[in-house]
C-alpha cells in the first residue's frame, strides 16, 4: 500500500495516541478552525485537530498537524529532533526516482471537475487570522515545471482565492518557483501550475527544503518515505502530479497578469506581503471520493516547526562540508524556526566559526542572526547558549555585521537597496561565542564529573514529600 496522509495518520495514532483530536460540531472555515487551536495553544496544547462538519463543503478539514517537532520527526521517520535533521540531509543525499502511474491507479483523479465544474467553493479553504485580505490556500506543495530541462519543482507558498476560479501565486523572490515564473514570462508562455494538498508529510517537508538546484523534491519525498513518488499526468495542465494526493488544483499562469494580493499572517507571526502578484485561472480541480482537506495554522507554531526540519537539514549540509568537525544545528522557534540559527562545533582553528556561518547563510537566505557556540554547548538549550554568549563573547572582537544581504523578504524590518522602503534585503549578524582556539589558554567550564552525575539516581537518596 503506497504511503500518503492516511497511512501517516494511523502511524501518528500509534505513536502518539492523544495528538489527534476529532472535532464533530460544524465549524466555520472563517475563524473558527483556527480559533480552537488558538485557544488550545494559550493552554500549550497543540493536538492535531481533525474537523469532520466544515460549513459549505463536503470534505472534512486537519489542522495542525506539524505543531510539535515530535511529529514532525515522527514524518522524517526519526527518534529526535536532530536524528531527523540529519536523516533530512541523508534523504537529500539519497533520493528514489519516480515512478508514473495511470489514472485508473491515481486516487487522487478518483474525482475529476474541469471548466466551468473546477469551483474553488467546493473545498474548505480557511480565513485563518482576523486580517488576512480573505482565504488562503498555505498547506501545499506548489508544483512548477521548468520550461528548459522540464524538472518538476516543489515549494509551499501562499495562495490567495479572488474569486471562484483565481488564486493569488505569492513565492520568496529567491526561490526557484520565482526563477521558473520569471522563465515563462521571458518565453512568454503561461505557466503550468498545480497545487498538491494532503499526502504523506514528505511531500511537504521536501517541498520546504532548500535544493541545490531547480528540481529534486519528488525524489528527495521518495528518499522521505523509503519508497518512490508516485506521479501520474495532470488532467488539464502539462505537468505531473503526485498520484496519492487528497486533492489537484491544477491551472495556469499568463505573462503579465498580477492581481493585488494579501495581506497574510506570515511565519514571523506578522501581517506582511503586500502588492501585485501573479494570478493562476483554474483550469482543473481532482480529489479522492472522500478526500481531507489538509491546512496549515498559519502564523501559529505549526507554520514554523513544518520547514524547520528539512531547512535545518539542507543548512546542515552546507555547514558540515564547510567545517568537518561542526556537531549540531538548531533554527530555534524563537526565531521563527527560520531567521536565527545556532551551531555548535569543535574548533581547530580561528576563523572557522565564519566559515560555518558563511556556509549556513548561502544555504537558507532567511537567516539572519548565527550563534555560534562549541561543542560543550546544546544548541537545543537556548539558556546554554545564551550563557555562551554571556561567557564568550565580545562585541568588539566577536561580533560581524553584512549589511545589504538578501534576506526574509517577510520579515517586517526588511529593506530594498534604498532603505527607504521594504525590500527583499536584511542586515546580517554572526555572534561567535566560541572559546579561542588551542592553544590558547581559556578556564575551564566548572562541572561534577560526569561518571558520577551518570551513576545518580535521585529516587534513592532524597526522601518522599511531605515527610
Request: aromatic share 8%.
Amino acid at each position: 500500500m503506497p504511503k500518503d496522509l492516511r497511512t501517516f495518520l494511523d502511524e501518528l495514532k500509534v505513536a502518539f495516541p492523544n495528538d489527534l483530536r476529532t472535532v464533530n460540531k460544524e465549524v466555520d472555515p472563517v475563524f473558527e478552525i483556527t480559533g480552537l487551536a488558538a485557544a488550545l495553544e494559550k493552554r500549550n496544547e497543540f493536538p492535531a485537530l481533525m474537523y469532520n462538519k466544515v460549513a459549505g463543503s463536503d470534505l472534512p478539514v486537519l489542522i495542525n498537524l506539524f505543531a510539535t517537532y515530535e511529529r514532525c520527526a515522527l514524518a522524517n521517520g526519526a527518534p529526535s529532533v536532530w536524528d531527523a535533521i540529519v536523516q533530512s540531509t541523508e534523504h537529500e543525499e539519497n533520493p528514489i526516482a519516480t515512478v508514473e502511474v495511470t489514472r485508473a491507479d491515481a486516487p487522487v483523479q478518483q474525482v475529476v471537475l474541469t471548466g466551468k465544474d473546477a469551483l474553488l467553493s467546493l473545498l474548505p479553504i480557511t480565513h485563518h487570522n482576523e486580517l488576512d485580505a480573505g482565504k488562503f490556500v498555505c498547506s501545499a506543495a506548489t508544483i512548477v515545471k521548468d520550461p528548459d530541462s522540464g524538472l518538476h519543482n516543489l515549494g509551499i507558498y501562499r495562495h490567495q482565492v479572488y474569486n471562484e476560479q483565481e488564486l493569488g501565486y505569492f513565492v520568496n523572490p529567491s526561490h526557484h518557483g520565482n526563477y521558473v515564473r520569471i522563465r515563462y514570462e521571458e518565453l512568454g508562455k503561461p505557466m503550468p501550475v498545480a497545487i498538491a494538498v494532503g499526502h504523506h508529510p514528505a511531500m511537504l517537508l521536501a517541498a520546504a527544503a532548500q535544493t541545490a538546484r531547480i528540481g529534486g523534491e519528488f525524489e528527495m519525498m521518495g528518499g522521505l518515505m523509503g519508497e518512490p513518488t508516485r506521479l501520474v499526468k495532470a488532467i488539464t495542465q502539462d505537468i505531473m502530479v503526485p498520484a496519492d494526493a487528497e486533492v489537484i488544483i491544477e491551472g495556469q499562469i499568463e505573462p503579465g497578469h498580477v492581481r493585488d494580493e494579501g495581506p497574510f499572517g506570515e511565519y514571523p507571526w506578522y501581517y506582511t506581503g503586500l502588492g501585485d502578484r501573479p494570478v493562476i485561472t483554474v483550469t482543473g480541480i481532482t480529489m479522492r471520493k472522500d478526500a481531507i482537506w489538509q491546512d496549515i495554522n498559519a502564523a501559529h507554531p505549526e507554520h514554523n516547526s513544518l520547514g524547520m526540519i528539512p531547512k535545518a537539514g539542507s543548512i546542515w549540509r552546507n555547514v558540515r562540508d564547510a567545517v568537518p568537525h561542526a556537531k549540531a544545528i538548531n533554527l530555534p522557534m524563537s526565531g521563527c524556526a527560520r531567521l536565527h540559527l545556532y551551531i555548535s562545533m569543535t574548533k581547530r582553528a580561528d576563523g572557522e566559526p565564519k566559515q560555518a556561518a558563511f556556509a549556513a547563510f548561502a544555504a537558507e537566505a532567511n537567516l539572519g542572526l548565527i550563534i555560534l557556540v562549541d561543542d560543550d554547548i546544546d544548541v537545543f538549550n537556548e539558556q546554554e547558549v545564551l550563557w555562551a554568549v554571556a561567557t564568550r563573547f565580545e562585541a568588539h572582537e566577536d561580533l560581524a555585521i553584512i549589511k545589504n544581504a538578501l534576506g526574509a523578504h517577510l520579515d517586517p524590518t526588511a529593506y530594498d537597496i534604498t532603505h527607504l522602503k521594504h525590500g527583499a534585503m536584511n542586515t546580517k549578524m554572526i555572534i561567535d561565542a566560541t572559546k579561542p582556539a588551542p592553544p590558547t589558554y581559556f578556564p575551564k567550564r566548572a562541572l561534577v564529573p560526569a561518571n558520577v552525575v551518570a551513576k545518580m539516581v535521585p529516587e534513592t537518596y532524597l526522601e518522599p514529600l511531605g515527610k
